[in-house]
């Protein structure tokens, strides 16, 4: 028998956080949004992989509830692209994790996550991953940028406002 | 009949069975096998243990991030079953311990371990605070740091709320024991360590300062090496018990020669014997001191045999090197003697049958020249020279090194200057 005290598992919840991604239609649906059972199913294995490449561990569907719950309003988001593109940010927020050295929360690097993918990047991950968020890891490992402990909307976030740049 | 206690005591689970270093992990393997506890109950534990730590983890992040690092997952782990392991290990019956641990919520258990450490933890600063009031008022850079940073550190370092099982903050401790402390646990090895160093204070505290530090003086004379205080002032307050003089710490190389030929291979049991002799001495002697002192003897026993048998005892006490009259081959003087007073001195140096006697005529040369003869006309033969050359000045070695290095290349050959180069590649 396995006594299974060696291996932690990289997401020992999963059902709980499959029902967690459910239940966020009900909010999403506002925004003409929603997962079906097989999308929100094969995001938590995607959700499972990513947390296993980038070596973590997370204990219910956390961040994957915050980033659907924070770019239901986008507009580079339609129906279509729904589940492809919070798939993607989920592997770049996990990447992001990492190379900022865990020093932001997941409010905060959701929250810069979505005003670069809403503003500057104009719906472009590649630009939001390869640009924008490579260039705040950058500066925030050199400590060129040192991170708040207060609200990020009030002072970090307001480097870049999407508002404002368009 | 039998009892209830009777049967209690009889426990499926042996504790000679169970990891003391990783005891939860251990008790419910065993438990599971010898079917104290159940494979359901087992997965149930674990899927607890899984929540505890989500709680945890929720804990580290200060609730600001839903996934961790798995290294850093896997620390907190470690460090709720190490809590949780730390208070089963008080339970008596393994059994009882074992269904206790699927009977009881898990953030109970750990609350339980966590009040065990935290007191365990006082203790170790109660004691550190008793080490910092008995401390040696000695001018040695290691044992000083010790008490004045190291120690600290590791209570700063010492992560008890999601790393208590890691013991690496004991690296900071790196002032050596008589006796190493083998405890794995960190903070039953800090809590060791502390009781140890309290003791090995009080001990060197009955001789005066000054006496300690003159021994360290002796011991490390430029200062940073790391040694242990207690073990050279143990051992020369030995000797100097085991020579009839009590409470004194100075010792001499006729004192080595004296013991060594009075008491042979004997040595380390009449040096044991001699730790009796302090409990007098000692205000509250009690039974660790008694038995730490023998223990102390009894692990370099082997070692003190082995100088006696080899003749180098004064190697393992503490003792003032033997100063060489240095003066008496200086050759700086280079005043020549008197060619028939040179040949009669060659004449009684052979003639002479033991080496102190050839030492004590060669000191009447004052001259290089007439030095150089001197190891030409082969008056020394074989291990004779090493004991010349011991007894010279390193400008005369010098001297006698360029003399020698020309007589070989110009193809002189001479005994004495293979012995010479032979010496200094030594």
């Known amino acids: 028998m396995d006594f299974g005290f060696s291996i932690i598992p990289s997401d020992p919840f999963r059902e709980k956080a499959l029902e967690d991604v459910l239940a966020t239609n009900d909010k999403t649906a506002e925004h003409g949004l929603a997962l079906t059972r097989e999308e929100a199913s094969k995001l938590i294995e995607r959700r499972s992989t990513e947390l296993t490449n980038s070596g973590r561990i997370e204990f219910g569907g956390g961040a994957l509830k915050a980033i659907i719950e924070a770019f239901c309003d986008s507009p580079y988001i339609d129906r279509n692209s729904y589940a492809d593109i919070i798939g993607e940010l989920l592997e770049i927020f996990y990447y992001y994790k990492n190379e900022t050295l865990d020093l932001l929360s997941d409010a905060q690097l959701i929250a810069y996550m979505k005003s670069c993918f809403n503003g500057v990047c104009q719906g472009s991950t590649d630009l939001l991953k390869g640009r924008e968020l490579y260039e705040l890891a950058k500066r925030i490992r050199s400590g060129e940028l040192k991170i708040p402990e207060t609200d990020p909307r009030k002072e970090f976030l307001n480097e870049v406002d999407y508002d404002e740049q368009e | ?426």
């Open chain 2, 1 to 426: 009949m039998t009892s209830r206690n009777s049967i209690q005591k009889n426990s499926v689970i042996k504790r000679e069975a169970l990891n003391p270093n990783d005891y939860l992990r251990s008790l419910a393997e065993e438990a599971v096998k010898s079917g104290v506890i159940s494979e359901k109950e087992f997965k149930t534990l674990l899927e607890s243990l899984f929540s505890l730590l989500a709680e945890e983890t929720k804990r580290f992040t200060k609730g600001k991030s839903s996934s961790v690092r798995a290294e850093d997952a896997r620390s907190i782990f470690d460090s709720l079953c190490y809590k949780i392991g730390l208070y089963l290990k008080t339970i008596p019956d393994c059994d009882r311990a074992a269904r206790l641990m699927v009977t009881t919520s898990p953030s109970s258990l750990l609350m339980r371990g966590n009040k065990l450490l935290v007191g365990r933890l006082r203790t170790a600063l109660s004691l550190f605070k008793k080490v910092q009031k008995n401390k040696l008022d000695i001018e040695e850079e290691n044992y000083n740091n010790l008490i004045k940073r190291d120690i600290i550190l590791f209570f700063k370092k010492y992560n008890r709320d999601f790393a208590a099982h890691d013991a690496s903050a004991l690296l900071e401790l790196t002032y050596p024991l008589a006796v190493p402390v083998t405890e794995n646990d960190a903070v039953e090895y800090l809590i060791r360590y502390l009781s140890t160093l309290y003791w090995e204070n009080k001990f060197c505290s009955i001789f005066p300062i000054s006496e300690i530090e003159d021994l360290i003086e002796l011991i490390s004379p430029d200062g940073g090496a790391y040694y242990n205080i207690f073990e050279g002032v143990l051992f020369n307050a030995l000797a100097n018990v085991l020579l009839g003089r009590r409470g004194e710490l100075e010792l001499f190389e006729d004192d080595i020669n004296i013991l060594a030929t009075r008491y042979g291979n004997q040595l380390p049991e009449e040096l044991e014997k001699a730790c009796d002799s302090f409990k007098d001495s000692i205000y509250g002697w009690e039974e660790f001191l008694a038995k730490y002192t023998v223990l102390c003897v009894r692990s370099s026993a082997k070692a003190i045999s082995a100088a006696v048998s080899a003749n180098c005892l004064s190697s393992f006490f503490t003792c003032p090197a033997i100063h060489i009259n240095e003066s008496s081959f200086d050759l700086a003087d280079d005043k020549k003697m008197d060619n028939e007073e040179f040949r009669y001195l060659i004449d009684e140096i052979r003639a002479c049958e033991n080496m102190e006697g050839k030492l004590s005529l060669i000191s009447s040369i004052n001259s290089a020249t007439d030095l150089l003869d001197l190891l030409d006309s082969d008056c020394l033969y074989g291990a004779e020279y090493d004991i010349f050359f011991s007894r010279l000045s390193q400008n005369s070695l010098a001297l006698l090194k360029s003399a020698a290095d020309a007589k070989i290349n110009s193809g002189e050959e001479h005994e004495w200057c293979d012995a010479l180069n032979r010496y200094l590649k030594r």
